[in-house]
């Protein structure tokens, strides 16, 4: 017998208030496979460069332009075609980046020079970029607030589990087929993943916030009904759309739209992040280059031999990248974003400075290895444990709904553009002024990201999403109280 609407709960609130079910884990690993994918992709390019550089017999600039195409194309896919996630809906979206991430994984693998594997990476990127905002979008508006940092830390933190996959994967074909062209293998690998996940979310069903928002409301209760165990009503609190409304990125800078000051969080939630990527991406996609030429292999090793020891000591440097992690799913709503974001970035600027002063020592960074490893681990650690995780989960907590994905998906743009500056032109500075002043400018890009933080400072943790969306900012500054 269906209850009376009377003892139903509002949408919004049941989502809110609900206990962490087998159904929200579910669909939470099904939004958040695709990240893992972005993981890979991310290690596996830094180890196929060395080869592809020696088989297309490419210089520092087309390199570096292998390296940024598909971070180039996430820009596009996650600034101008995220927002589609708005108006389509989540769930759409989820059914196309990945067979897009299939279709062009094959045109990297058959690429026939330099500038064909470029535009191939360039699609790819597109992807790539795509998921992460509708991931997170609908990862915030399913999850409970006591737990909704942790679980899209969570989510994120998937990321490395993509990278120990592209280090198992890059040392394993290096190892069967040691040859220059095994780059081949490696960047079409991603294949298999792909398509698991593709199949796995074909069960994926729509966010019920945005059923809410555009007029689905039977579809909207049904879908939550699974996710809760009250029976629940769609309220017009639910239906609520903005005053004003104005679609995709124009909405977000607009200074005092519907009183929420979207100019502040489009700033607070894509300009340290950006910041953010052109550090980690800068100095993560090059680990293994950087390690080869501080000689793990030993100064008799042959071209192949390099590459595997670098790649087996990037490896290593990984489980900090997941303890990082680790911490952070653990802290993040003790702590707060915000916090966690503030002492991320600082000692990841730590980390780059003890880095400097390794490569700056008589015989450079190859006589003291032990140094080198140290600031390797911790920036890694500080970075997962920081704001690499805070700054995935704010953009899909501080913007209101439907304009969640458009938002989301700036400030991913945003970071995939600081990624491909740092990937571009990081190979050129690491020749023309060197390590030491190199890993120094890093180090004050992750201390000015630092003070953007401390300036724009926007806390989410313990709260709503619909406080978060209609408060003002003031309400919004305070640090949480540890439980």
């Given at each position: 017998?269906t ?5 139903r ?5 049941a989502?809110?208030h ?6 929200h884990?579910?669909?939470?690993l099904l939004?958040?496979?695709g ?6 992709d ?6 196929a460069?060395?080869?592809?550089a020696e088989d297309?017999g ?6 570096g332009?292998v390296?940024?195409a ?11 075609l ?11 979206i989820f059914k196309?980046d ?5 279709i062009f994984s094959?045109?990297?693998?058959i690429a026939?020079?330099?500038?064909s ?5 360039f699609?790819?990127?597109i ?5 992460y905002?509708i991931?997170a979008?609908?990862l ?13 830390v969570?989510?994120?933190?998937l990321?490395a589990?993509g990278?120990?996959l ?9 190892l ?12 079409g690998?991603?294949?298999?993943p792909?398509?698991v996940?593709?199949?796995l979310?074909r069960v994926?069903?729509?966010?019920p916030?945005w059923?809410a ?5 039977e579809?909207a209760v049904?879908?939550t009904?699974?996710?809760?165990p009250v029976?629940?009503?769609?309220t017009d609190?639910?239906?609520a759309?903005?005053e ?13 739209l519907?009183k929420?000051?979207m100019l502040?969080r489009?700033?607070?939630?894509s300009?340290p ?5 052109i ?12 390690l080869?030429?501080?000689?793990l292999?030993?100064?008799?090793a042959t071209?192949?031999?390099?590459d595997?020891a670098?790649?087996?000591g990037?490896a290593?440097?990984?489980i900090?990248?997941v303890?990082g ?6 802290s993040?709503e003790?702590l ?5 974001q503030?002492?991320g970035?600082?000692f990841?600027?730590?980390?780059l ?8 020592l008589p015989?450079?960074g190859?006589q003291?290895?032990a140094?080198?490893f140290l600031?390797?681990?911790?920036f890694?650690f500080?970075m997962?444990?920081?704001?690499n ?6 953009p899909a907590?501080?913007f ?6 458009a ?10 553009l600081?990624a ?6 990081f ?7 060197g ?12 201390g ?8 724009l400072r926007i806390?989410?943790?313990g ?5 978060i969306s209609?408060?003002?900012?003031a309400?919004?500054k305070?640090?949480?109280t540890p439980?």
């Amino acid at each position: 017998m269906t209850a009376p609407a009377t003892t139903r709960v509002p949408l919004g609130e049941a989502l809110d208030h609900a206990p962490m079910s087998k159904m929200h884990r579910k669909f939470w690993l099904l939004a958040g496979l695709g990240i893992m994918l972005d993981g890979f992709d991310f290690f596996i390019i830094g180890v196929a460069n060395p080869l592809i550089a020696e088989d297309f017999g490419a210089n520092a600039w087309q390199t570096g332009l292998v390296s940024a195409a598909a971070i180039v194309g996430a820009i596009f896919g996650a600034a101008v075609l995220g927002p589609l996630g708005d108006k389509l809906g989540r769930r759409r979206i989820f059914k196309y980046d990945l067979w897009m991430f299939v279709i062009f994984s094959v045109g990297c693998m058959i690429a026939w020079d330099i500038w064909s594997l470029v535009a191939f990476r360039f699609l790819l990127g597109i992807a790539i970029g795509l998921d992460y905002p509708i991931a997170a979008s609908y990862l915030a508006e399913i999850l409970p607030k006591r737990n909704r940092g942790r679980w899209l830390v969570s989510a994120f933190s998937l990321q490395a589990v993509g990278m120990l996959l592209g280090a198992l994967v890059g040392v394993g074909i290096l190892l069967l087929l040691p040859e220059v062209t095994s780059w081949r293998w490696m960047l079409g690998f991603g294949i298999v993943p792909a398509i698991v996940i593709i199949l796995l979310r074909r069960v994926t069903p729509e966010s019920p916030r945005w059923l809410a928002q555009n007029g689905h409301d039977e579809e909207a209760v049904r879908v939550t009904e699974m996710l809760v165990p009250v029976p629940v009503v769609v309220t017009d609190a639910d239906r609520a759309r903005a005053e004003e409304p104005s679609e995709g990125i124009q909405a977000l800078f607009q200074p005092r739209l519907f009183k929420r000051d979207m100019l502040r969080r489009t700033a607070f939630t894509s300009v340290p992040w950006f910041l953010m990527d052109i550090a980690t991406y800068g100095v993560g996609i090059f680990t293994p280059t950087l390690l080869a030429a501080l000689a793990l292999a030993g100064p008799n090793a042959t071209f192949i031999a390099d590459d595997i020891a670098s790649t087996e000591g990037t490896a290593l440097l990984d489980i900090f990248l997941v303890l990082g992690f680790v911490v952070a799913i653990f802290s993040v709503e003790r702590l707060g974003r915000v916090r966690l974001q503030l002492i991320g970035f600082a000692f990841m600027a730590v980390g780059l400075g003890v880095l400097a002063w390794a490569s700056s020592l008589p015989g450079g960074g190859n006589q003291h290895i032990a140094l080198v490893f140290l600031g390797f681990a911790i920036f890694n650690f500080f970075m997962n444990a920081g704001p690499n995780a805070t700054t995935y989960a704010l953009p899909a907590e501080v913007f209101p709904s439907d304009v969640r994905a458009a938002g989301h998906g700036f400030a991913a743009g945003s970071a995939k553009l600081g990624a491909a500056i740092g990937v571009f032109f990081f190979p050129i500075l690491l020749t023309e002024v060197g390590q030491p002043a190199l890993l120094l400018g890093l180090a004050v890009v992750c201390g000015v990201a630092f003070a953007v933080t401390a300036l724009l400072r926007i806390e989410t943790a313990g709260r709503s999403l619909d406080e978060i969306s209609t408060q003002g900012l003031a309400a919004l500054k305070a640090r949480p109280t540890p439980p």
